[in-house]
Structure formats: C-alpha cells, structure tokens
C-alpha cells in the first residue's frame, strides 16, 4: 500500500479559518487540485496572547474525520511574521497532535507564494488592511537566498495605509469636517448616510460592538465609487490611497519590477486601474496572481528550496 500523500492546508486569518486537502495530479505530481473542506472562525493572530491556543482551536476542528490519510499539514497564519516563536511551538503542536510533519508561516508569505507561484516578486495586499511583500532570489536560493521585506501590514493604529479600514476612516473624517464648514461639502455625506446616519451619528456607530477596522472598510466601496462619479473630496482621499499603496509596494523591493495584486480593494475595477497605472509609472509590471495562500501553502508542503524558507517554520 502506497503511503498517505493528501497534504491539508489552511489559511488562517483573524476573521477566518480556510482548511483545504489536495492530493497530487496522477500525471503531473502537481498540487494543482484542491478539495475545500469548511470554512471556521479565525483567531486573534500568533502575537496575541493566547495565540497559538487559539490558533488549535481554529484549525483542529476543522481537520477532524478526515475522508483521506494526510502526509502533511501547512499553515499559513496571521501574527506569524512578528512572532517566529510562537510559529515554531504553532509547527510543534500541531506535528504532535496530528502526527504528521507540519510547516507554519505568515498568512503573508502563503499568499506571496501561491501568488508568485514561489517565485521572488513583490505581493501588495490591499484588503481591509494593507500590506507589501518583496521576496529577491531565486526559486533555488534555499535557506541562505532570497531576501524579504515586509512593509506596512502594521494594523490600523499604526499603519494599512490606503487600505480598505483607512477609506472608511477617511471618509467619515471628511463628512464631519464637511458638517462644521471646516472641509468641501461631499457626496460622502450622503453615501454614509444610508449605512451610518447623519454625520451626528458617526461616532455612535463606530462605538458598536465588533472589529472596528472590518466596519470602516464596509465604507471603502462607498468611497471608490464616489470618486469614481467625481466627487472631488472622494477622488482625493481615491488618490492618496494609490499613492500610498504604490510607495508600498515599490518600497517591498529595490529588484523585482513585478507586482501581483491581491485584496478586495483591486476587486474594484475603478481602483484597480488606478494602482495599475501608479505602478507602471513607478516602474513596476503588474502580474496576475498564479494561485492563493491556500496554494501557497501546498507549494510549502511540497517544497523546502523557496526563497521564502528562512520563514517557515517546521516540525516532524
């Protein structure tokens, strides 16, 4: 009998848990097939206290009864990057519980490497927050090769600049300054009329319970689309989220020319352009996106000669 060789990969981010298992194509041995499994609550990332508990709890329920043995698990999981620590201990506890070989790295680098299909490039995210990925060196430049920096995804206090939390924010700061005469009158203050109120009831409405980043960036598309139509305030705060988006990616790498664009932001055909044209300006060719990080996880599975190996973490 042939020895298990499905591999389970999940994407586990601080508001879902994606669990898939692959097993490889008859002909190419490649990874390409994926059979989703179910979707969980994320957790609060592995910087957090308490995060590599809550982390199990994520991802153990969800590779439960399996219908196939599995070689392997790979992991790609927020806070990974700031706390390598607790990334290992994420590799060894989940090795020891489900007795099989696991690889755990940032949610960031999965979704550069099933974007780039393991390839150096630089990876701009542009969801509710916003994050740049450059990874130089080549596929063969193992643990002492390519070189990575991460800028931005430094979380709403401190940064997802131009990101779809940063909008939102924006955008209710131009409405009340608009409401006191201190700003231009804008068609923001009616856009957010319908999901908020008037301007009296912004700050009532950002008290509400539930993740305050995920809530602002429910307003991004409010703003896109307004700036869009031309609305001058909106087209503004449009550009600067480019603006901002752009020097992030250009800063991930001072080598790779190109970008692939992931996040629900560039799912806005509008804003999409916009990036797209700020980066080829900038000198940068904007690539479409070989896979995802659940894709990216398998490739780790796969593969221990990725450029991105210094920063995956694993355990027998």
Known sequence: ???????????????????????????????????????????????????????????????????????????????????????????RRLADALGVPAAVTSDVVSAHVGALDGDPGVLLIAGTGAAALGVDGGVDSGLDGGRATLVDGWGPELGDFGSGSWLGREALRAVLRASVGLGSSTDLTDAVAMPIGAPSAIHGWLAQDGPLPRRLAT???????????????????????????????????????????????????????????????????????????????????DRADLPHERFVHRAE
Do not use: N
């Not at 586990?12 to 298992?21: E, Y």
């Not at 031309?230 to 970008?259: F, N, P, Q």
């Open 1 to 91: 009998m042939s020895s298990p060789s499905a591999v389970v990969a999940v994407d586990l981010g601080k508001s879902r848990c994606r669990v898939a298992v692959s097993e490889p194509d008859a002909v190419t041995g490649r990874r390409s097939a994926r059979r989703p499994l179910r979707h969980g609550v994320g957790a609060p990332g592995l910087a957090a206290v308490g995060g590599v508990a809550a982390a199990l709890d994520s991802i153990l329920p969800l590779t439960a009864h399996l219908d196939v043995p599995i070689s392997s698990i790979s992991v790609g999981a927020a806070g990974a990057w700031t706390a390598p620590a607790a990334a290992a201990e994420l590799a």
């Open 219 to 301: 307003l991004a598309p409010l703003v896109l689309d307004a700036a869009e139509s031309g609305d001058v305030v909106a087209a503004g705060i449009a550009a600067e989220s480019i603006r901002l988006l752009t020097a992030s990616a250009v800063a991930a790498s001072s080598s790779s020319a190109e970008v692939a664009l992931h996040g629900g932001l560039t799912e806005h055909v509008w804003f999409r352009a916009g990036i797209e044209d700020a980066l080829r300006v900038a000198g940068r060719a904007v690539i479409a996106c070989a896979g995802d990080a659940l894709d990216g996880a398998l490739l780790i599975a």
